[in-house]
Structures are given as structure tokens and as C-alpha cells.
């Protein structure tokens, strides 16, 4: 399984490295995973293969870069190099059934508890419609949008929570990776290990929030796996505070785990003509099966979010940054 890094140098720039057990081979000519996607595009030959073309005999130790002890620093691991504007980040929710349940708990009140809320019919009815059969148009998922590529956050960076914000959180999930070709069709380049991060408290006031509720940073990476198996994957979310877990909750994602597939999920994605432009990137988050939040922790400034995920490389590792100085009222100037 080919995993990769996007890394950074004050000096020598960008560096594109194949994670090779304790170190990373450095590519000899693209710079940029997107690059290197292009080009496998133009040649008409895989990813791995264009990796495997492209690989040269610089080395260096992964250990300090991860650690953030080098002066090589890791980036998100797919971006758009050059136009963050047109990297577009956005996701999809109810797609795992501990997250619906979470959604009912939060949305429900005495007085309805008994009655079935629009969160948990819209995750019923993916359950009865999300898994069509090959070429078929399953229903669609809940949808949300995050942001450009200026919000995205790389391993070992804070996700910030605002000064407007009511709370921050994290939501362990994988992200799909995309590129759209010159003849405009989406191509998937690969998946990360994702921390989608939300404003869970905000959410909670009323469903109808859970549009602003998502439009914060978020964390891929620290590597892209290329080719995944997307059947049954296993991880741990976890909260450290001054080095001691205070939260863990083992989690679960892939196709056998969601009431969506995977090909139902980019459909509703991509059908849209304006998420097909060519030379954009999509970075979609497939959905979270548990967070803190959800179990009544409340995460401190300061705390360590981990997102593990078995098959798709270290972990991602972020801190959470809560500014403290009250929203400041934004106006607007008339031309």
C-alpha cells in the first residue's frame, strides 16, 4: 500500500516523500501530490505507478519530521497548490448509525422523544436506500460544506475554535481525496486519516445551525493512502490533556459500517456540475461513527485530538486553540 506525505522546507520548498517504514523517499520531480496526480493522468498510468516512476534515492528520517522536531514540516497531504480557493472541503453526515443516534439524542426533546426525528429518518431511509445496486442512484446524503483549502490544518497544527464559536470538537473520520480531470470527471487520487472538527454545542441549540455549525478548520493527513480498502476499517479517537488520555472510544468507518456505499456517497458528490470543474480538488469527509461530544466531554484549550485509523498510516495528532477574546463585530462598507 502506497503512502505518501506532502512536506515542507524553508529552503528547499516543497517535497512530495513515499513512506518507507522509518523514512521517506523523496520524489526526484513532482513537488506536489497534485502535481504528481496530473501527470499520472497525462500518462495515463496509476498513481502508484506514477510514484514508482518518479522515485528517487534522497532519504530522510520520518521520526523527527512526524515528531515536529526537523526542520521539514508535514502538510495537509492533498491540497491545491497554488489556488486554495479551489480546493474544496465538504462532507457528509448520518452516513454511520453511532452518529445518528448521536444526532437524535441531541435534537430530541421530552415531548418527542418518542417520535422519530428528521436525523434519524433521513439516516433510515440511507439505510433502506443508500446501498444501490451497481450503476444505480441510491438516496442521497445529508450534505454539508466546510470551506476552501484555507481551512484545511495539517498533523501536529491547532484547529482553532473562534471567538464566535460556542465549542469545538473533534469527529474522527476518513476523508476521500479527489482530483477532477481536464474532460471533467472526478478521479479519486486517494484517502487520509481525517479530523473533521465541529461546533457540536452550537449544533445542539438547533438542527437548523448545523450549517454554520461546520464551517471551521480541519485536519487531514499526515499521510495519503493510495488504493485503500474502504471495507471494514477500525480505529481509536482519543482526547489527551497534559499527557494523560481523559477520552477514548474505539470508532469504525468503511462500506460495512454506513448505511451509504461508497459509490452512493461520490455520486451525490459529483453530480453537481459546478464540483466537476477541471483542475479542482474535493476533499469530502465520509461521515464520524463516535466523538466526545456525543459521550458529554467538553475538550480544553490545549488538548491533543488523535484519529487513528489501522491501515492508513500514523496517526493524526492536533491541538485545539480556543481564542478567548469575545466576537468582534464584523461590518461592512458600502462601495
Given at each position: ?11 528547499q520548498?516543497r517535497?512530495v ?10 520524489l526526484?520531480?513532482y ?5 504528481l ?17 518518479d ?29 486554495p480557493?479551489r480546493?474544496?472541503?465538504s ?29 434519524m ?8 436506500r443508500?446501498?444501490?445496486?451497481t450503476?444505480?442512484i ?10 476552501n ?15 464566535f464559536?460556542?465549542d469545538g470538537g473533534?469527529?474522527?473520520e ?8 481536464p474532460?471533467g ?31 471551521r ?6 499521510e ?6 474502504y471495507?471494514?476499517v ?6 489527551e ?8 472510544h474505539?470508532?469504525?468507518?468503511g462500506?460495512?459500517?454506513m ?19 477541471p483542475?479542482?480538488v ?19 484549550d490545549?488538548d491533543?485530538?488523535q484519529i487513528?485509523?489501522q ?7 492536533n ?17
Amino acid at each position: 500500500m502506497v503512502r505518501l506525505v506532502q512536506i515542507s522546507h524553508p529552503e528547499q520548498g516543497r517535497r512530495v516523500g513515499q513512506v518507507c517504514g522509518d523514512q521517506l523517499v523523496l520524489l526526484r520531480q513532482y513537488r506536489t501530490v497534485y502535481d504528481l496526480a496530473m501527470a499520472a493522468i497525462g500518462n495515463a498510468v496509476t498513481l502508484v505507478e506514477s510514484v514508482r516512476a518518479d522515485t528517487g534515492d534522497e532519504r530522510i528520517d520520518y521520526d523527527p519530521v512526524y515528531e515536529g522536531r526537523s526542520s521539514w514540516r508535514l502538510l495537509p497531504c492533498f491540497d491545491h497548490p497554488m489556488e486554495p480557493s479551489r480546493c474544496h472541503v465538504s462532507g457528509t453526515g448520518l452516513t454511520h448509525k453511532a452518529s445518528a443516534l448521536n444526532r437524535q439524542a441531541m435534537h430530541e426533546s421530552a415531548d418527542d422523544e418518542q417520535e422519530m426525528t428528521d436525523s434519524m429518518q433521513m439516516f433510515q431511509w440511507g439505510l433502506e436506500r443508500g446501498h444501490a445496486s451497481t450503476g444505480a442512484i441510491g438516496v442521497q446524503p445529508e450534505w454539508f460544506y466546510k470551506g476552501n483549502g484555507s481551512i484545511l490544518r495539517a498533523h501536529g497544527e491547532a484547529l482553532e475554535v473562534p471567538s464566535f464559536a460556542d465549542d469545538g470538537g473533534e469527529e474522527g473520520e476518513v476523508a476521500g481525496l479527489y482530483l477532477i480531470d481536464p474532460d471533467g470527471h472526478p478521479r479519486r487520487v486517494g484517502m487520509a486519516i481525517g479530523n473533521e472538527f465541529a461546533d457540536h454545542v452550537m449544533e445542539k441549540k438547533n438542527y437548523l445551525y448545523l450549517a454554520p455549525s461546520k464551517l471551521r478548520a480541519s485536519a487531514i493527513g499526515p499521510e495519503l493512502i493510495a488504493h485503500p480498502i474502504y471495507e471494514d476499517v477500525r480505529g481509536t479517537a482519543r482526547v489527551e490533556r497534559q499527557g494523560r488520555v481523559v477520552w477514548s472510544h474505539d470508532i469504525a468507518t468503511g462500506e460495512r459500517n454506513m448505511c451509504h456505499s461508497l459509490a452512493n456517497l461520490e455520486h451525490h458528490q459529483f453530480k453537481y456540475e459546478a464540483h466537476r470543474r477541471p483542475g479542482d480538488v474535493h476533499v469530502h469527509f465520509y461521515g464520524a461513527d463516535a466523538f466526545s461530544f456525543g459521550a458529554g466531554f467538553a475538550l480544553e484549550d490545549g488538548d491533543i485530538m488523535q484519529i487513528e485509523w489501522q491501515q492508513f498510516g500514523r496517526p493524526l495528532r492536533n491541538p485545539i486553540r480556543i481564542d478567548r477574546k469575545g466576537p468582534a463585530f464584523v461590518g461592512v462598507k458600502a462601495l
